[in-house]
């Protein structure tokens, strides 16, 4: 049946996906494909997805939510541990915390959710060592599918691979980064379901040995 809901769906859909692949270094087209799957019944499964996870579920019974990020504190924690190792990779990108948190209220766990990816997101790139070049950022969406469910995933990995072939670029680099992250992704326990930010002193390999992230873990 015709369904006009789900047809304006896929159109937003395709429309932000084309933007993507007319400028995919934006952060605008990124986020136009994020608000285009928002309210998607692929979102609400990825939603019920990550609900299942004791950990996820766990917060949000709790109402747990992170203490604010003192970048300044977190480059005094030891070298090698997991909030000295963050902060030296937001400096390095001219990035501050206040652009990485969601500012909006939580009043679902639909919010949780949606906070929870967004505030966790450059720590799992630490976690995982994938790097924010576009074979980093698209190795870490395979390992967001893997993990999450995550339909934004999906588009960026299906558009980063359109835009790789529209511009004839070689694919081996871009392929052996998604093989690698739908893999460690598949290995690893559900990163977003800890406490990240309760263990910053903790050493960052102590923190891959336990969701399965080490690189002997992962090979």
Request: charged share 20%; proline share 6%.
């Amino acid at each position: 049946m015709f369904n006009l809901k789900q047809r304006l769906q896929s159109l937003r859909m395709l429309s932000s996906l084309g933007r993507f692949l007319r400028d995919p270094g934006s952060l605008e087209s990124v986020y136009a494909i994020a608000g285009s799957v928002q309210n998607s019944p692929m979102a609400a499964q990825m939603m019920r997805h990550m609900l299942e996870k004791p950990g996820i579920a766990a917060m949000v019974s709790e109402g747990w939510r992170p203490e604010p990020i003192d970048l300044d504190a977190l480059a005094q924690q030891p070298e090698g541990s997991l909030g000295r190792c963050y902060a030296d990779q937001l400096r390095a990108q001219g990035i501050t915390p206040e652009t990485l948190i969601d500012p909006s209220p939580i009043s679902s766990d639909r919010d949780f959710i949606i906070h929870r990816l967004k505030e966790t997101h450059d720590i799992v790139h630490v976690l995982t060592g994938f790097g924010i070049d576009g074979y980093g950022e698209l190795g870490l969406q395979a390992f967001n599918l893997a993990q999450n469910r995550s339909p934004l995933a999906v588009l960026l990995i299906f558009g980063g691979l359109l835009k790789a072939l529209q511009d004839d670029e070689p694919l081996e680099g871009l392929l052996l980064s998604l093989s690698r992250g739908f893999e460690l992704g598949l290995r690893a326990d559900c990163v977003v379901s800890h406490r990240l930010e309760e263990g910053w002193d903790r050493p960052l390999q102590d923190w891959r040995e336990q969701l399965g992230l080490a690189p002997e873990q992962a090979s």
